[in-house]
């Protein structure tokens, strides 16, 4: 059964960081993207990290939006079948809900396009107090 399921959110002060975890089923792990992707209270959600499964160095295997790069790092472990999200630097405007998604098929879908995206997990909350 297709599943994801994230743990490691919780409530840090300014400037702390966070490791989310997101474990994926191994019909998900399988050539295709992990995305993170945030949504806050009153705002649209939107892609944060994405991480390609499969194998081979490409250029653009991680991607990330502009607004956490360089703080954010995101990270797999293929024998766990896990992907992680490295938050540094936190700020208020990083509070959300945090969710682990795969894109809808296998193959190069590496855009923040919601409309890539086949399968959720259940989400993480994130808080952040200055």
């Known amino acids: 059964q297709e599943q994801l399921v994230e743990s490691g959110g919780g409530s840090v002060q300014a400037g702390e960081s966070l490791r989310l975890s997101c474990v994926v089923s191994?019909?998900?792990?399988?050539?295709?993207?992990i995305f993170w992707w945030r949504q806050a209270p009153g705002k649209e959600r939107e892609g944060v990290a994405n991480?390609?499964?499969?194998?081979?160095?490409?250029?653009?295997?991680?991607n990330y939006a502009a607004t956490v790069k360089g703080r954010f790092e995101i990270t797999k472990d293929g024998s766990k079948n896990t992907v992680f999200l490295q938050m540094n630097s936190l700020s208020p405007d990083d509070t959300a809900m945090y969710y682990c998604?795969?894109?809808?098929?296998?193959?190069?879908?590496?855009?923040?396009?919601?409309?890539?995206?086949?399968?959720w997990g259940q989400g993480t909350q994130v808080t952040v107090s200055s």
């Open positions: 998604a795969a894109a809808r098929h296998e193959g190069w879908i590496p855009k923040f396009f919601l409309t890539n995206i086949g399968y």
């Open positions: 191994k019909d998900l792990y399988s050539k295709r993207f």
């Open positions: 991480i390609w499964t499969g194998t081979g160095n490409h250029d653009d295997a991680i």
